[in-house]
């Protein structure tokens, strides 16, 4: 079945500090992947989505996500965080069914210290 | 601008009673998906449609019926709503093909008491 994993729920890290987000995917062939980020009381706004082919992906604000088959994973990294960046990040897969829904993760709250 | 808008914000519902959740898209997506937002759960999908006319169950779908009327609208109905049912409701749209893009409306916050 397909599914994602984020195994820290939580991960604080200090403002200009580098940030690794962890992410393990189970899929059926060639994945589709995406990394959200949602800020307090907002919406899910994207970050970077990865499409067969390069399989490190830039982002937005400096992020990027790197691909492997291999580890089945899909790190997501940024190598100075800001305070803006406190919030929950989640990575999903699109569906190969389903209608191409995507599956989440349980997501990671990223606290940033000062 | 193309986007997903969700209504209302926020809803306080009693239980047993029956609730709608609506959601439009300007995006012309053939999909939508309907998906609740638990602490602990991340995003989980509860219904979701290829286009007008069309809905397919989730993977939570007990409770819950969709409408798909229009390409346009995408609604979320609790016939006889619990307080399990309080959540953060999100509805988003993307295309058919593998290669999609997805927008996400802003949510709605209900509260069965």
């Known amino acids: 079945a397909q599914s994602v994993t984020q195994p820290d729920a939580r991960v604080t890290v200090s403002e200009g500090a580098s940030l690794q987000l962890r992410c393990k995917y189970s899929?059926?062939?060639?994945?589709?992947l995406f990394w959200y980020v949602q800020y307090p009381r907002q919406g899910l706004q994207l970050l970077l989505k990865?499409?067969?082919?390069?399989?490190v992906v830039q982002g937005v604000n400096g992020f990027e996500a790197e691909f492997s088959k291999s580890n089945s994973s899909f790190h997501l990294r940024k190598a100075s965080v800001h305070w803006s960046d406190w919030a929950v990040y989640f990575c999903?897969?699109?569906?190969?069914?389903?209608?191409?829904?995507?599956?989440f993760g349980t997501g990671t709250t990223v606290s940033v210290s000062p | 601008e193309a986007a997903v808008t969700q209504s209302p914000r926020n809803k306080v519902a009693v239980t047993g009673g029956k609730v709608t959740l609506s959601c439009n898209q300007t995006?012309?997506?053939?999909?939508m998906y309907w998906y609740r937002q638990d602490t602990g759960h991340g995003l989980r999908l509860i219904h979701y449609?290829?286009?007008?006319?069309?809905?397919e169950k989730g993977d939570i779908p007990d409770g819950y019926k969709a409408s798909r009327p229009s390409q346009e609208n995408f609604s979320l109905i609790l016939e006889l709503a619990t307080p399990s049912q309080t959540s953060v409701y999100f509805c988003?749209?993307?295309?058919?093909?593998?290669?999609?893009?997805?927008?996400f409306g802003s949510g709605t916050r209900l509260l069965v008491i």
């Open positions: 988003a749209s993307g295309h058919q093909g593998a290669n999609s893009d997805y927008t």
């Open positions: 899929y059926f062939g060639t994945p589709y």
């Open positions: 990865y499409y067969p082919g390069d399989p």
């Open positions: 999903a897969v699109s569906m190969y069914q389903g209608g191409r829904a995507l599956i």
């Open positions: 995006n012309n997506h053939n999909n």
């Open positions: 449609s290829y286009g007008a006319g069309s809905t």
